[in-house]
């Protein structure tokens, strides 16, 4: 691992392809350039004809319409740097948008650009953005990557304001996160910035240009993994509070004020998430900048993705519903539909009604209606007779009570009480729990507490670990026998696969499926709670909220549930 690390390094250090990567920055995800990258760098921004210090040249001859490998035809240069250009294109073969970075075969970084161009193929996570291919023809080099039409640049989401603390929160989580995944293959970015950070219309974040950036720039680092750690602070700086953690303005946005250091964001704007504040400068740490409250500071994703880990959860905003427009009555105009519309000032002349039934057929049919209406208000009359006739008999028989409370046989039900829970653990039939120290959280009477399971990778199922395969979940414990006719759950995260169970009144100490024999509710997908009333109370002392499956947690690949709150009643 360490020698592919230093290779990743290598590669970065010496390729040619930053000026790739800066077309690629100053793209934005439908490919028009609306906010060219305005940091260091922006001055490097020139025409093709600008030599790269090597004395090469961007081939003149391309432009619009010309086709690479008879596939890739060049639609629109998005930039062009240091003898480097990029492009939006169409590839032909698949029908589907792409970018392409070129640059002359025989540039100075051209084998740095290829060989860091298929490191980053190799890794195939779906949270970068994928390189499609690298290829060197017709002495040209160039590197094909993924166009994503539905994204947004995070320098353009900053230009409208901060995030909110959950956007903010999710972007910190999934950069982190994909970014320690990517230095555990050996893979550094080293220019994670805002322009390299995208958000898709699904809400998933995702990094472009990752090796590819620095080496299009030939920048390194000794220390990659700090490089990259304090760049995630520095987004999420940005995305707090609208302003770059350092004096010069980058990236349109504007720098802190000289001569006061480094600031913590509640510091700079108020309202700013206590938490998201802290973390940001526990990654920013560096030049005596300090993190508050003395906490540790984070050098590597790793480590930064543990802290996030040990945060209080955030959670989504409550959606916002809009009253519907006030319903507006129209009137049905008879004889108009599918006919000229009137000319103006001109007088309509009002339709004359049909004649009433004046003929024998109609005097006809009114005598049969009328003797139908007769003959049945005659028989109700009689069956009301014959029932109060009958009541009067049944109230004469000397073995009969009569009562005057006027609602005798519908007594309304009596109303359902809180059954308390005497005690929660969590269901692990392996013998292992995942969060045994947090159950108490489902039966606080919180629903801003919740018992949160670990976050797993891969699959819904609990990671498809062979400890979970029947899931987890809670049981809970009545302290007695009890009648339980409604329980009631609010669930962390709409779209757990989740069921309710009873044990039978006998049973003891239930900890396996077998041991809860009665069902409450099929097991299917929810919503954000869980709520089942029964016709018939059950007697038991044990309830099992049984979760088999997970919704996802900010990305495809990753699975995260639990329960917020548990009430019962009977």
Known sequence: MAERSTAAVDVADNSDESSLTAQADQSTADGVAKNRERDTDSDEVQESTRTDGSGKTSPSELHSGHKLARRYRLEECVTRLDGFSSWRAVDEKLRRAVGVHILPADHSRARSVLAAARSSALLGDPRFVQVLDAVEENDLVYVVHEWLPDATEMTTLLASGPLEPYDAYQMVSQISSAMAAAHREGLAHLRLNPTAVLRTSTGQWRIRGLAVNAALRGIASDTPQRTDTEAIGALLYAALTQRWPYESDAYGLSGLPKDIGLIAPDQVRAGVHRGLSELSMRALVNDGATASRHESPCTTPEELVKAIGEMPRIRPPEPTFTAPPEYQRTSYQQGTYGRQAPRPGATQPVPTPPPPLQSRTGKALKWAVSALLIAALGLGSWQLADALMDQGGKNEDPGQTQTNDGDSGNKPAA????????????????????????????????????????????????????????????????????????????????????????????ATAPSSLSDFSQRLTELSATGSSLHVELQKPIRTRYVLVHVTKLPEDGSADLFRGGISEVSIRG
């Open 415 to 506: 109303p359902l009480k809180d059954i308390p829970i005497n005690s929660v653990r969590e269901f692990a039939p392996s013998g292992s729990g995942i969060q045994e120290d947090e159950v108490q959280l489902a039966v606080d009477g919180k629903t801003a507490t919740a018992w949160v399971t670990p976050q797993y990778r891969g699959y819904a199922n609990f990671g498809n670990l062979p400890q979970r395969r029947e899931g987890s979940g809670l049981i809970l414990d009545l302290g007695s026998v009890r009648n339980v006719s409604r329980v009631d759950i609010a669930m962390y995260r709409s779209g757990q696969t989740a069921e309710l169970l009873a044990a039978d009144a006998d």
